[in-house]
């Protein structure tokens, strides 16, 4: 299977990222590709809470997936969306969600996954982030009935092996990460933990990620919003099959669905875990 990893800058307008992102899964598709994958937050990267409240839609009339779901269909793929930024599915949600879709090749969504683990972190004095007081994390594992058992995850999920084991162990074969990762913690841990995940699961994995400094006003108390780029396809082994570096554009990685078998035989750890007792709660 022929995959097409889509790398994207976006910015705070929706409109002129869907030209730029339909753009890109036309030409993975003109290259062969059948699952073509885009980046979390395909639709909207700002740093403003009330410039995204403006420019959100619920998922129902969202036309960014609407224009989306009828590029898959016309192009007769599979495409992951790796997530978009969505007002929440009730109107006294007050906050937004981070939501994945992968859509069949006739346009239909075949499966959502909102993000679990939210990054609240202070990476530095001066890099601080708080996605949980403007998301509303999700709470569902989802394998998704792809081309072959789509396991879908976003970004700081990475950080959560376990997620990735009842992923595998419920069956699925790819595991996709879209992302938009910090490039401080990417240059230091972007390629070890997603080689970590395909390793520990026998799975590929594919990152679609964000890339660059972000086209958006900069807020009094954040500055501008940068990605690490570098879009990884990894083989079932732990090989890095493709790196997309730090340029928007399309990454093609041939697929062998074989290898899942292949390294899964080769150690079989997935079919290794025994229970354990915990250690006791440290006394001091």
Request: with cysteine; glycine share 6%; charged share 20%.
């Amino acid at each position: 299977m022929r995959a097409g990893l889509i790398q994207l800058n976006v910015g705070d307008d929706p409109a002129a990222n869907l030209q730029e992102t339909s753009r890109l899964i036309r030409e993975a598709a003109e290259q062969g590709a059948s699952l073509i994958l885009t980046p979390e937050v395909t639709n909207i990267l700002s740093p403003d809470r009330a410039h995204q409240a403006a420019m959100l839609h619920h998922q129902a009339n969202d036309p960014t997936l609407a224009a989306l779901r009828k590029e898959a269909a016309a192009l007769d793929v599979w495409l992951l969306v790796g997530s978009l930024a969505l007002k929440g599915d009730t109107a006294d949600d007050s906050r937004f969600v981070n939501r994945s879709f992968l859509i069949r090749p006739d346009g239909s969504v075949a499966a959502h996954y909102d993000k679990i683990h939210m990054f609240d972190v202070a990476i530095s004095e001066t890099e601080t982030f708080r996605e949980s007081v403007a998301y509303r994390p999700g709470a569902h594992a989802v394998l998704a009935p792809g081309p072959v058992p789509i396991g879908m995850t976003i970004c700081y999920d990475v950080r959560f092996p376990t997620l990735y084991r009842a992923l595998a162990k419920a069956g699925a074969r790819i595991l996709t990460v879209p992302s938009a990762f910090n490039p401080t913690s990417g240059a230091a841990h972007w390629h070890v933990l997603l080689r970590a995940r395909a390793i520990e699961t026998g799975c590929f994995v594919l990152a679609p990620a964000q890339t660059g400094t972000h086209p958006c006003p900069a807020t009094p108390d954040r500055r501008p919003r940068v990605s690490y780029g570098h879009s990884l396809a990894v083989s079932p082994w732990g090989e890095v099959l493709a790196d997309a570096g730090e340029t928007p554009g399309v990454t093609i990685v041939e697929l062998d669905l074989n290898a899942v078998e292949r390294a899964r035989s080769r150690i079989p750890s997935i079919d290794h875990d025994r229970d354990f007792a915990m250690p006791a709660p440290d006394a001091h």
